[in-house]
């Protein structure tokens, strides 16, 4: 049970960090710019404190405590906000998410809702025919389990629009469903091989199907609109914008290459009051695999990502940043590129298929060894359980070579676990970064991956509690716009786990449930951690940036299965309001 209690002044200066000014002895009449009363403060710092009234001057946090206590901050100027009895937390971090990418899909067409072939084709032709001059149809959010094998076949849109190229990415980004048009404009035909860790999907005849998976994506870029830096500023800027009515003031990007999502950063780095703190993950090749990076080209990939970092911090003003680089160690398992222990069953690459390493071991050492040589934090793409044990070893590895210093670290996806690997994030530095929105028994897990492994590998599907059991520190990601950014969806499915949309599904894995206050300590505190920020924010204590936002309700408080029905009221920044419902 949580420990809440009123702040007294007394309290506050026990608890140090928590106060820079006691209550009751305000002498110098430096009164609040606001003050926040009439509601429930939780501060989510290590003591669990909670207060009912908060005072902000100048973008930061003078004091807490009762109403009472707050008024000796209070002057002519000061603004007063009644809570009328709502929550504040600590602004969320989404610490793996692709703004630009979510924005993207919020300014064009978007999959994500239709549940049937279809649906879908109705909506990608609505889109088509209500932009005639559009070269290429491009879109996103496409569902793999709406298609038998997750494999959208090329006639279906050949049947809706025959003459110009069709390029749609599906909802995780590792696939895409292509029309014929597309094809001849590529040049892709049953003579193309596959690509260095991709796949062209085949009919019997060795014609290209209409599905391209991972690498093999790129086959199309030479005949994708030109994506303008205009066009990524204002994708960028949507997308942050989303957050924020997510409760969400900090975001990871989980992979930005040397392109014009890069320069839409560089522009938000120089915008002191940018709405959304970025910490943006670099990565060294052009798409989402890593094969560029080899045991004989490290140092230059190296040294080009620090060249790159080097422009962020000479542009920063203060909310953006690139201290991280992103290794996509291996693939997804619904096309059977997820790096496994033992072999798939049943699927097309044979029996002894146990999936892609996109790098290989030894070069994963090495790339991580001089990443961190260099001060970069690290995230890695890692679903499988051999990719899993391979990033654990390689950071190990680093730990050993290289002396000991802050790092921020963290291992995204985490679907397959080997027992006893869950002890080995127990280490300084490190961090289980979790999509426990994907934490339930959905039509990816119960026809895309459960079918096509081990029986005995399904209890270790998407764990979460036994992280936690183990020492990790947990912080969440939504990966964003491969599914929703709502933060509050997922604390449901995590405290549930099952379908946020059917009260009567039944829990899957029940035993790895987390509790409320696990998932809002790796949105608050945690999440500030992992951006390297937790000396700024993440916690709501005299000193720290005035970061909070306001509940429709209290998640410790409604019953389970109506948290994911909670919204955000407002969210600030520094103090400022930058989002109101």
């Known amino acids: 049970m949580r420990n809440i209690y009123i702040i007294s002044g007394a309290m506050l200066l026990a608890l140090g960090a928590c106060s820079a000014q006691n209550t009751e002895t305000n002498t110098d009449k430096s009164f609040a710019d606001t003050i926040l009363t009439g509601g429930t403060i939780y501060t989510m710092d290590t003591s669990q404190t909670v207060a009912s009234a908060m005072a902000v001057k100048d973008g930061k946090i003078v004091a807490l405590g009762t109403v009472d206590e707050m008024q000796a901050y209070s ?3 000061t603004q007063t906000i009644d809570l009328n009895g709502a929550t504040v937390f600590p602004g969320f971090t989404d610490a793996h998410v692709h703004v630009a990418g979510g924005g993207e899909g919020l300014r064009g067409l978007t999959l994500h809702d239709a549940q049937t072939p279809d649906v879908m084709l109705a909506k990608i032709k609505a889109y088509a025919d209500a932009h005639p001059d559009m070269p290429v149809i491009t879109g996103f959010g496409w569902e793999l389990n709406v298609f038998e094998a997750g494999n959208p076949h090329k006639s279906l849109l050949d049947e809706i629009i025959p003459d110009r190229p069709v390029i749609l990415t599906a909802a995780d980004g590792h696939n895409s469903w292509v029309n014929s048009k597309a094809f001849e404009m590529a040049g892709v035909t049953a003579d193309t091989p596959d690509p260095v860790a991709g796949h062209i999907e085949k009919d019997a ?7 391209l998976r991972e690498s093999a994506m790129k086959l199309m870029a030479g005949i994708l609109p030109e994506v303008t830096k205009a066009d990524m500023v204002a994708n960028l800027r949507a997308g942050a914008e989303f957050q924020l009515s997510n409760g969400i003031v900090g975001s990871i990007d989980a992979a930005i290459s040397a392109n014009m999502e890069e320069q839409a950063y560089l522009d938000a780095a120089t915008d002191p009051k940018y709405p959304q703190r970025f910490r943006v993950s670099l990565l060294a090749s052009d798409h989402s695999v890593s094969s560029i990076v080899t045991e004989e080209n490290v140092d230059a990939v190296v040294e080009t990502l620090s060249e790159r970092r080097q422009k962020f911090r000479e542009a920063n003003k ?4 690139a201290e991280s680089v992103k ?7 619904e096309n059977f590129t997820a790096a496994m222990h033992d072999p798939y069953v049943g699927v097309p690459q044979g029996p002894d298929h146990r999936g892609v390493m996109n790098l290989t071991e030894n070069a994963l050492i090495k790339y991580v060894t001089a990443l961190d040589n260099k001060g970069f934090n690290i995230l890695t793409h890692s679903m499988g359980d051999r990719a899993i044990d391979a990033t654990l070893t390689a950071f190990e590895q680093m730990m050993e070579a290289n002396p000991a210093r802050d790092r921020r670290n963290h291992i995204s996806h985490l ?4 027992p006893t690997s869950f002890k080995r994030f127990d280490v300084p530095g490190m961090a289980a970064n979790i999509q426990s929105l994907w ?16 029986p005995e590998i399904h209890r270790w599907i998407y764990p979460a509690k036994s992280f936690k059991d183990a020492g990790a520190k947990l912080v969440w990601g939504s990966d964003w716009p491969v599914s929703t950014s709502n933060p509050f969806m997922s604390i449901e499915v995590a405290v549930l786990r099952q379908d946020p949309n059917n009260a009567e599904d039944t829990p899957w894995i029940p035993e790895e449930k987390l509790t409320v206050d696990d998932m809002m300590v790796a949105l608050t505190r945690n999440g500030a951690w992992i951006m390297g920020q937790d000396d700024i924010r993440g916690t709501l204590e005299a000193g720290k940036l ?6 429709s309700a209290d998640p410790y408080k409604v019953k389970p299965y109506d948290i994911s029905e909670i919204t955000v009221k407002a969210t600030y920044l520094e103090g400022e309001q930058v989002y109101s419902n």
């Open 205 to 211: 005849d060795g014609q290209p199907s209409g599905t």
């Open 318 to 321: 203060g909310r953006v940043d």
């Open 439 to 454: 934490h339930f028994n959905d039509p990816y897990i119960s026809e895309l991956t459960e079918p096509f492994v081990k």
């Open 327 to 333: 290794i996509f160690v291996d693939g997804v398992p």
């Open 75 to 77: 002057g002519d100027a």
């Open 546 to 551: 005035a970061d909070f936002i306001i509940l």
């Open 415 to 418: 679907e397959f676990l080997t």
